[in-house]
């Protein structure tokens, strides 16, 4: 098991920039990393994952518009989220393989 914790989240307005950020309280150097979110009424989603060699998806909803990274030194996972939507408002969730789950950061963004 993995404790995730993550950080970045808040209000932006549409257009704008976010950056979430999940600290893994271990070695992530062997796990898939990814990103989740549930918005309001919604089911969870997935939104980006990248592979401990650096392959990635991403749902056709962000792509283009989100990257995700890894820092395996800093056993941290990003998500860079630019261009902003009404749309992305939602509660993030950083996910490691092995059904690891951080506890949700909540990003709004205004029109």
């Known amino acids: 098991q993995v404790q995730l914790v993550e950080s970045g989240g808040g209000l932006a307005q549409a257009g704008g920039s976010l950056r979430l950020s999940c600290e893994a309280s271990?070695?992530?150097?062997?796990?898939?990393m990814g990103w989740y979110r549930r918005a309001p009424g919604k089911q969870r989603e997935l939104v980006a994952t990248?592979?401990?060699?650096?392959?990635?998806i991403y749902a056709s909803s962000v792509k283009g518009r989100f990257t995700i990274s890894r820092d395996n030194v800093k056993n941290t996972v990003y998500l860079q989220m630019n261009s902003l939507k009404p749309e992305d408002t939602a509660v993030y969730y950083c996910?490691?393989?092995?059904?690891?789950w951080g506890q949700g950061t909540q990003v709004t963004v205004s029109s």
């Open positions: 990248i592979t401990n060699g650096g392959s990635t």
């Open positions: 271990r070695s992530i150097f062997f796990n898939a």
């Open positions: 996910w490691a393989s092995g059904d690891n």
